[in-house]
Nanobody, 122 residues
Framework: QVQLVESGGGLVEAGGSLRVSCAAS????????MGWFRQAPGKEREFVAT????????YYADSVKGRFTISRDNAKNTVYLQMNSLKPEDTAVYYC???????????????WGQGTQVTVSS
């Protein structure tokens, strides 16, 4: 069982940066691939980025590639999403997720956090 708690969301102007974090409970954090997803009002949840258990592999949605960076610190049981050059269309609730598969599919993740709101003003 893994519990995930996101933090770091907030309001930022377009072009700005923000880093969201996800702290995991449990001693097996390093066994999980981690992912970030987001859901904007009236839209379906969409994949943002994922990172392998070791951190050696990452994969991004085309919409954030080159602007967002996912990373993890297994010693701190934390995964991060650094978001640069933010756009109003990045406004959403951001969720972190943990699973045993390195995948971009939401069904591949077993545990989810409650989400943190990111709002980008124009």
């Amino acid at each position: 069982q893994v519990q995930l708690v996101e933090s770091g969301g907030g309001l930022v102007e377009a072009g700005g940066s923000l880093r969201v974090s996800c702290a995991a409970s449990g001693r097996t954090f390093s066994s999980y691939a981690m992912g970030w997803f987001r859901q904007a009002p009236g839209k379906e949840r969409e994949f943002v980025a994922t990172i392998s258990w070791s951190g050696d592999s990452t994969y991004y949605a085309d919409s954030v590639k080159g602007r967002f960076t996912i990373s993890r610190d297994n010693a701190k049981n934390t995964v991060y999403l650094q978001m640069n050059s933010l756009k109003p269309e990045d406004t959403a609730v951001y969720y972190c997720a943990a699973g045993y598969r390195f995948t971009a599919q939401a069904v591949g993740f077993d545990y989810w956090g409650q989400g943190t709101q990111v709002t980008v003003s124009s």
